[in-house]
């Protein structure tokens, strides 16, 4: 959140407001961008009237906007569409409503609630008839009935749909997007299983991208994509829908913004090796400039790549053992790190499972490392108690801010990486079954030995 001051001199498109029974109270005015918002704060003068002005850099700004009463028990404050011209709103009674607040020079609001009380009728419509369909037997009287009544809202709807997208209007825009974060999409489905095709469809083949960032919905539909897509394949289809929505997103940080909040929910899921499907296609895309942050995955310690240094401050031993880790250590063929936290669930569910099979580990050379995002020594050496990796944990008490986290990329715990016995990373994964499967995965041994790095010459002795 950005918070901007209100002088006139860095703004660009002006709302002027008029409203007296709200005098001495203050307020923020919110603009969106993607998962971020633009804020500006006020005080409403005596006289009721007031201006607020949206940055001249954002301008002409075209999206939806939050006006809100601050301070009071009350509250109060009203959702705005900017059409991307200078307009004016009023209302001069106590309670404001939809019937006495006035625009000019801005008919999209009032648009945007004629258009959603249409639909609502047709979407009530249809769901009352597959309920019906669902409660008689389809031999009774009636059933035709439902059924034919049934296509009429799905053709309506359809018409619909098809209206919003011909339309000019940022109202129409918006309501999609809505839509989207309701499990609504281009067309009525009777089934979920439809129905979640249908979403995907439509936020892969019909969203217009520049709107959505500046609804207010954009993290809502990003989260229905990643959701619902399915991973059940590694992520093929996600990068292929991925690629397909990148490709029509010319602009280069409206690119970054999808990329980065699509990395994010994948690295919350723990779909890392979806994470590393996506790679190339971010990579050689050419569209995004710096790689910080949740996408500094794509740059730091991505499988094939040779392990960043890993810093040791381990609990645990007596003296403490500050170091680094030698991943070539001939005692070891692989080494799993697991960056974990104290508390975490999903962490708490890794470690349990790993434990379980730590003698199997052990039988084939592999040692695990965990590393840990606590911020608190006795917090992390009380939860180390119940894990039976003495020695092999380390708490620099820097969080995700320390340095092994922010080497590797690490956004999200948990997050595992199989290291080899040269120093390269084979593996980033986000489940401890995951990382069990590509430790005895064939595939990923031969990869190992393609990768080992040459014999040095020895010339023939004489």
Request: with cysteine; glycine share 8%; proline share 4%.
């Amino acid at each position: 959140m950005v918070c901007l001051g209100m002088s006139s001199g860095i703004s660009g498109q002006a709302i002027s407001m008029y409203f007296p029974h709200f005098a001495g109270k203050s307020y923020d005015f919110i603009v969106f961008q993607g998962k971020d918002t633009r804020v500006q704060k006020g005080v409403i003068p005596s006289d009721g009237r007031f201006t607020l002005t949206v940055p001249r850099e954002l301008s002409p700004y075209r999206g939806m906007s939050r006006w809100l009463i601050t301070g009071t028990q009350e509250g109060g404050g009203l959702d705005m569409i900017i059409p991307g011209h200078d307009f004016s709103v009023q209302c001069t009674a106590s309670v404001p409503d939809n019937k006495n607040i006035v625009y000019k020079d801005n008919d999209e609001n009032s648009l945007l609630g004629t258009m959603y009380n249409e639909q609502s009728a047709i979407v009530g419509r249809f769901t009352s008839m597959v309920m019906a369909g669902k409660a008689y037997p389809k031999d009774h009287k009636q059933y035709g009935v439902f059924t034919k009544e049934l296509g009429l809202q799905k053709d309506r709807y359809a018409g619909f749909e098809k209206a919003l997208m011909n339309n000019k209007d940022y109202a129409s825009a918006f309501l999609r997007m809505v839509n989207l974060t309701n499990g609504l999409g281009r067309s009525l489905q009777e089934n979920e299983d439809d129905n979640k095709k249908e979403l995907i469809r439509t936020i892969t083949q019909d969203i217009p991208w520049e709107a959505l960032y500046t609804s207010g919905h954009w993290d809502g539909v990003l989260a229905v994509f990643t959701d619902l897509e399915d991973k059940k394949d590694g992520g093929e289809a996600l990068v292929s829908d991925f690629q397909r929505i990148g490709d029509k997103i010319s602009d280069h940080a409206l690119y970054t913004a999808f990329a980065e909040r699509v990395t994010y929910y994948l690295t919350q899921s723990g779909n890392d090796d979806i994470i590393a499907r996506l790679s190339p296609v971010i990579l050689n895309s050419g569209k995004i400039t710096s790689y910080s942050g949740i996408m500094s995955v794509y740059q730091k310690a991505v499988p094939g790549s040779k392990a960043p240094e890993l810093s040791l401050n381990l609990i645990g031993t007596w003296p403490e053992v500050t170091g680094k880790m030698d991943f070539t250590d001939t005692r070891y063929q692989k080494t799993l790190l697991v960056f974990y936290s104290s508390g975490c669930g999903h962490c708490d569910e890794v470690m349990k499972t790993l434990a379980g099979k730590l003698e199997d580990l052990n039988k084939s050379k592999v040692r695990v490392m965990a590393i840990s995002a606590d911020t608190d020594r006795k917090i992390c050496e009380q939860a180390s108690v119940k894990l039976p990796w003495k020695g092999m944990i380390s708490c620099d008490t820097q969080g995700m801010k320390g340095i092994n986290f922010m080497n590797y990329g690490v956004q999200a715990t948990p997050t595992l990486f199989i290291v080899d016995q040269w120093g390269n990373i084979t593996s980033r994964l986000g489940s401890a079954d995951d990382a069990l499967k590509a430790l005895t995965d064939p595939s990923t041994e031969l990869w190992r030995k393609i990768r080992r790095p040459p014999r040095p010459y020895v010339p023939p002795q004489l």
